[in-house]
């Protein structure tokens, strides 16, 4: 299980995403992987933000590489493929985006028994909570 918070800037996030891919690479062959925490990325701006000029950007392509490399999903989106919700706020402008995610192995989908995103008290974020059934060893 890895809990990630990742830079807000570009250049910084770059290279915090390249290091987060030789971590993945060198734990996936053993391990099965929970990634987790503020990605401070929109991978899909169609149902994932609202308000401002949202883009699809080299991070997030950058982001998808990584999840296909070491077979990672979006566990939240797989359960809810037709729902716009969003983890942070922005209140004026109203900016709405899901930068918070769980990102599974592949094979753990069976494993989840909910995903849901939630009210934190004291952030600008919204929770994202992952409940796991049972894991396989």
Known sequence: MINIYAPNK???????????????????????????????????????????????????????????ENDLVDIWRIQNP???????????PLIQPRLDYWFIDDSLQDDIAKIDIVTAIRTDHSAVILEIDSLDT
Do not use: C
């Not at 987790?36 to 949202?54: E, H, K, Q, R, Y």
């Not at 037709?82 to 004026?92: A, G, N, S």
């Open 10 to 68: 570009t250049t910084e996030q770059s290279l915090f995403f390249h290091k987060i891919t030789d971590l993945i690479s060198n734990e996936a062959g053993s391990h099965k992987i929970l990634l987790g925490g503020d990605f401070n990325v929109i991978l899909d701006p169609s149902m994932d933000a609202f308000g401002g000029n949202p883009a699809y950007k080299d991070l997030a392509k950058l982001l998808d590489e990584v999840l296909a």
């Open 82 to 92: 037709d729902v716009k919700r969003f983890t942070w706020m922005q209140k004026t």
